[in-house]
T-cell receptor, first 113, second 112 residues
Framework: GAGVSQSPSNKVTEKGKDVELRCDPI?????LYWYRQSLGQGLEFLIY????????KSGLPSDRFSAERTGGSVSTLTIQRTQQEDSAVYLC???????????FGSGTRLTVV | QKEVEQDPGPLSVPEGAIVSLNCTYS??????FMWYRQYSRKGPELLMY????GNKEDGRFTAQVDKSSKYISLFIRDSQPSDSATYLC????????????FGSGTRLLVRP
C-alpha cells in the first residue's frame, strides 16, 4: 500500500478484555516497529520485527503484551486482560532499512474503561 | 532522568518568525538524530535526519547537532500556520534494532 495502515483507528474496551491491534506495513518494508504514545510517557518503543522474527522485545511492558508478524508483512499486537493504564495510542512504523526513514501509521487509539 | 529531554512548550509565535526547537540527551552513544512532525490524530512524519555534528539544511528547516554538548536543534525559518504541530526529536543507537528514543515533543502554534 501507499502508507502504513493500522486498524482499528479507535478501540474502546472494558477492563479485563483482550484486544488485537493490526498493522499493515508498506509493501517490501522488512523492518516493523510498534510504539506506544501516552500523555505521561511520550512515545515509547515496544517491539521490533525483522521479517517475521522479533529480535528486540525489550519495550513490551508486561507479559500481557505480545505481538506477531506473518508473511513478513502484517503484524498484530495483542494485549490480554487490558488495564486502564494500557490506554494510549499504539503506533506502527515500517522501514526499508532499520532505524532510518521510518514511516508511521496514524495509530490505534485504545481506551480501556 | 530521561535519556532525551525536550521542552514540551507550548511555543506560540507569529507567522514569519524563526522558531528554535531543542533537545538534550545523555547517552553519548546515540549516532543518528531525527526530527519528526506530528499533527493531531496523525502519526509522526520524518522531517530530517543527520548523523554528524554540524548543520543540515532542507528548505525552511535546519537541523543542528552538537555532539560535544549532547544538544540538537531544529530551526524553522519563515514559519507558517501550517507548521503548527508537535515536533519530536528522536535518536537511535544503530544497534541491532535501531529503535528510536523520542523526546516528549514540543507543541508549536504559529499565529496568522
Amino acid at each position: 500500500g501507499a502508507g502504513v495502515s493500522q486498524s482499528p483507528s479507535n478501540k474502546v474496551t472494558e477492563k479485563g478484555k483482550d484486544v488485537e491491534l493490526r498493522c499493515d506495513p508498506i509493501s517490501g518494508h522488512t523492518a516493523l516497529y510498534w510504539y506506544r504514545q501516552s500523555l505521561g510517557q511520550g512515545l515509547e518503543f515496544l517491539i521490533y520485527f525483522q521479517g517475521n522474527s522479533a529480535p528486540d522485545k525489550s519495550g513490551l511492558p508486561s507479559d500481557r503484551f505480545s505481538a506477531e508478524r506473518t508473511g513478513g508483512s502484517v503484524s498484530t499486537l495483542t494485549i490480554q486482560r487490558t488495564q486502564q493504564e494500557d490506554s494510549a495510542v499504539y503506533l506502527c512504523a515500517s522501514s526499508l532499512e532499520e532505524g532510518i526513514g521510518n514511516t508511521f501509521g496514524s495509530g490505534t487509539r485504545l481506551t480501556v474503561v | 532522568q530521561k535519556e532525551v529531554e525536550q521542552d514540551p512548550g507550548p511555543l506560540s509565535v507569529p507567522e514569519g518568525a524563526i522558531v528554535s526547537l531543542n533537545c538534550t540527551y545523555s547517552n553519548s552513544a546515540f549516532q543518528y538524530f531525527m526530527w519528526y512532525r506530528q499533527y493531531s490524530r496523525k502519526g509522526p512524519e520524518l522531517l530530517m535526519y543527520t548523523y554528524s555534528s554540524g548543520n543540515k539544511e532542507d528548505g525552511r528547516f535546519t537541523a543542528q547537532v552538537d555532539k560535544s554538548s549532547k544538544y540538537i536543534s531544529l530551526f524553522i525559518r519563515d514559519s507558517q500556520p501550517s507548521d503548527s504541530a508537535t515536533y519530536l526529536c528522536a535518536m537511535t543507537l544503530m544497534d541491532s534494532s535501531y529503535k528510536l528514543i523520542f523526546g516528549s515533543g514540543t507543541r508549536l502554534l504559529v499565529r496568522p
